[in-house]
């Protein structure tokens, strides 16, 4: 069966630092990847996602994420973090080969101190 | 630009009462809708989506149930409310097509006591 894990329930780190943020995927075709974020009692926003095609995805608010083949992977990156970027972040894979089902992470809490 | 607008904002209820909350779209024609529901402090579940009126598609049953009657609305409704229906509900849409983005609402705090 399909799911998707994100091992890092939080990750905490200074603003200037780089974020990578941590999601695998285990599915039996081609993988359709998405990163969305939701800040503090707000909804979901689309950050990026992987259909096909170059590994690196660039999305919205400087983030940017890569699909390893290799290793299930699609890492989700920033440089550097500003504190506006806390928020939950939550990787989703499409498992219903049409873009209608979505199976989501658990998500990463991420906090960027000042 | 289109807008997602939920109805109501926040709802507390009784276990075993009934409910239906609502999710309207404007400036976009034919979207494909969708439901979730996210327990406090944690993942997303699909429930539901829709690609045309009438049509509606259920991943995750958890007792409720969902109906199109518009070409853009989507309603959530049980009969009976449970205590694990507390949780937030979000509806959303993307554009018709494959693997296309999905725009999220603002979603519906429902607490059931």
């Known amino acids: 069966a399909q799911s998707v894990d994100q091992p890092d329930a939080h990750v905490t780190l200074y603003e200037g630092a780089s974020l990578e943020l941590r999601c695998s995927y285990s599915?039996?075709?081609?993988?359709?990847l998405f990163w969305y974020v939701q800040y503090p009692g707000q909804s979901l926003q689309f950050l990026l996602k992987y259909i096909t095609g170059d590994a690196v995805v660039k999305g919205t608010k400087g983030f940017e994420a890569e699909f390893r083949k290799s290793n299930s992977s699609f890492n989700l990156k920033k440089s550097p973090a500003h504190w506006s970027d806390s928020a939950k972040y939550f990787c989703a894979l499409d498992y219903g080969g049409s873009g209608n089902k979505l199976i989501f992470g658990t998500g990463t809490l991420l906090s960027v101190k000042p | 630009a289109q807008t997602i607008h939920q109805w109501p904002v926040a709802e507390i209820k009784a276990v075993g009462s009934p409910l239906s909350l609502g999710c309207t779209i404007k400036?976009?024609?034919?979207?494909?809708l969708y439901w979730y529901w996210q327990a406090t402090g944690g993942t997303l579940q699909q429930l539901f989506y829709s690609i045309t009126v009438g049509q509606v598609e259920s991943v995750v049953q958890l007792n409720l149930s969902a109906s199109r009657p518009k070409d853009d609305q989507f309603i959530l409704s049980t009969e009976k409310l449970l205590l694990s229906h507390s949780g937030f509900y979000l509806c959303a849409w993307s554009d018709w097509g494959h693997y296309a983005e999905q725009f999220f609402g603002p979603g519906t705090r429902l607490t059931v006591l």
């Open positions: 400036g976009k024609s034919s979207p494909n």
């Open positions: 599915y039996s075709a081609a993988p359709y």
